[in-house]
């Protein structure tokens, strides 16, 4: 069983900046990637970042909705059970609840966890 808990979500300005964070607890037996998802009302559920780690050559790599580039940063600890997402130069379309997600991608196919989302607003 794997639990995620999403936070630092809130009101914030536009242009303003805002740092999520995501912790993965339980047992992780498997490979597993993380990312964030967000969902505006009246949309579709988007993924936003995503971060993996090379099995091979220990490095990670960032995938970012053409969205965020150049404003959001994915990133996680050392310990690789906290996610983060660096959000800088918010803008009002980025207001949406923003999920934490952990997928298996070994898994047929690949298994979803989900956090409880936390809330973004970006308003003046």
């Known amino acids: 069983q794997v639990q995620l808990v999403e936070s630092g979500g809130g009101l914030v300005q536009p242009g303003g900046s805002l740092r999520l964070s995501c912790a993965a607890s339980?047992?992780?037996?498997?490979?597993?990637?993380m990312g964030w998802y967000r969902q505006a009302p009246g949309k579709e559920r988007e993924l936003v970042a995503a971060?993996?780690?090379?099995?091979?050559?220990?490095?990670?790599?960032?995938n970012y909705a053409d969205s965020v580039k150049g404003r959001f940063t994915i990133s996680r600890d050392n310990a690789e059970n906290t996610v983060y997402l660096q959000m800088n130069s918010l803008k009002l379309e980025d207001t949406a609840v923003y999920y934490c997600?952990?997928?298996?991608?070994?898994?047929?196919?690949?298994?979803?966890?989900w956090g409880q989302g936390t809330q973004v607003t970006v308003s003046s």
């Open positions: 997600n952990l997928r298996i991608p070994t898994a047929v196919p690949p298994y979803n966890y």
């Open positions: 339980g047992s992780i037996f498997v490979d597993y990637t």
């Open positions: 971060i993996t780690r090379s099995a091979s050559t220990r490095s990670y790599s960032t």
